[in-house]
């Protein structure tokens, strides 16, 4: 069973930058590969962004790539979210979810979520 906790979110203007963390309990995370979704109001929840258990393979999605970056730290059970260079496109719930092993792009892949964290990017 694995909990996560997101934290980060907030309001910044389009050009700005935030981080967004999750934070994951029990002591098998560091076997879950991790990835990052979003869903604004009246979409479906996309794919951001995922990470390997190893954390030598990440993915992207087209609109982020070069803008956002994922890592993590295994020895503190958290995944990060760098977001750069933000858009009002950006604005989204953002959801950390795991899943063993390997990351997919697919969010019913996934077995655990998080509660979300809200990122508003005002233009």
């Known amino acids: 069973q694995v909990q996560l906790v997101e934290s980060g979110g907030g309001l910044v203007q389009a050009g700005g930058s935030l981080r967004l963390s999750c934070a994951a309990s029990?002591?098998?995370?560091?076997?879950?590969?991790m990835g990052w979704f979003r869903q604004a109001p009246g979409k479906e929840r996309e794919f951001v962004t995922g990470i390997s258990w190893t954390g030598r393979s990440t993915y992207y999605a087209d609109s982020v790539k070069g803008r956002f970056t994922i890592s993590r730290d295994n020895a503190k059970n958290t995944v990060y979210l760098q977001m750069n260079s933000l858009k009002p496109e950006d604005t989204a719930v953002y959801y950390c979810?795991?899943?063993?092993?390997?990351?997919?792009?697919?969010?019913?892949?996934?077995?655990?979520w998080g509660q979300g964290t809200q990122v508003t990017v005002s233009s």
């Open positions: 029990g002591r098998t995370f560091s076997s879950y590969a």
């Open positions: 979810a795991a899943r063993s092993l390997f990351a997919t792009r697919r969010p019913n892949d996934y077995d655990y």
